[in-house]
């Protein structure tokens, strides 16, 4: 088991490494945090699948895995009828630019 954690946090770093990559590339992606604005805008305050948030996370430059990092951190939450929707946190953080 500590092995497949191993494997999991390493493969975080890769998929970071890329991230930063794309990021000195490329001059016509918006940085990261208009790029977060941007996502939290367009999902609103309706709810999400799972597949359509993680399309929403990709259209975004962003992998969908970074979806379990936002519930974690209590910027998404999974409801009881199974959607994603963005919490108070979320929109409060788009709010006050």
């Not at 990021?23 to 939290?40: G, V």
């Not at 799972?50 to 970074?66: C, D, I, N, T, Y």
């Amino acid at each position: 088991m500590t092995e497949l954690r191993e494997v999991a946090a390493a493969l975080r770093q890769i998929s970071a490494g890329f991230a930063a990559l794309a990021d000195a590339i490329s001059d016509t992606e918006p940085p990261e945090e208009a790029r977060y604005r941007e996502l939290i805008q367009e999902w609103g305050e309706r709810g999400l699948t799972r597949a359509e948030a993680s399309a929403l996370f990709r259209k975004h430059g962003f992998s969908p895995q970074v979806a379990g990092g936002w519930a974690r951190g209590d910027w998404l939450e999974i409801r009881d009828d199974g959607r994603r929707y963005l919490t108070e946190r979320s929109l409060r953080w788009l709010s006050d630019d």
